[in-house]
């Protein structure tokens, strides 16, 4: 009896603590700084939102372990920001792949063009013979169908 009363209590507690986040979702920052949290200024402004905001993420591809926690963390940040937006939705462009070299070179010019400066990476591949790559971290925010804002990821 007494191992049913405890099994049940465990399994209240754990739904509670599954199921409350669902619908509220809310989180809880305990950093210090609150550096993952929104500001009251950032909310009202996605409040005031009428239409989906369209971000396109040009951090993409193969990359190292830096540059994937960047990558997880813009996504996380845009997902916390769309609870209170009327939407964002979220695409991924990796530059660097195209079928041919002067494919990738006209889009690496194009994105230049536009203001995004590539950050070049040197790293080892399996091998040990060092490798570089052409990496844009740069998310491109659109609204109404026109570039809002261009904003250099920074790690």
């Known amino acids: 009896m007494r191992k049913f009363k405890k099994s049940g209590i465990i399994l209240s507690i754990l739904l509670t603590l599954i199921v409350l986040p669902l619908i509220f979702r809310s989180r809880i920052d305990l950093t210090a700084d609150k550096r993952f949290s929104l500001s009251d200024q950032t909310k009202s402004l996605l409040k005031q939102t009428k239409e989906e905001i369209n971000v396109t993420i040009y951090l993409q591809g193969d990359l190292n372990a830096g540059f994937t926690r960047l990558k997880k963390s813009t996504v996380a940040l845009l997902e916390e920001m769309s609870h209170y937006s009327a939407g964002i939705n979220i695409s991924y462009v990796n530059p660097s792949e195209a079928k041919t070299e002067k494919e990738r070179e006209n889009k690496y010019a194009e994105l230049q063009k536009l203001g995004m400066k590539p950050t070049m990476v040197y ?16 998310l491109q925010i659109k609204n109404s169908g026109r570039v809002v804002m261009l904003i250099y990821l920074k790690m």
Not at 127 to 136: E, M
């Open 123 to 138: 790293e080892s591949d399996d091998d040990g013979k060092s490798v570089q790559k052409i990496i844009f971290p740069w």
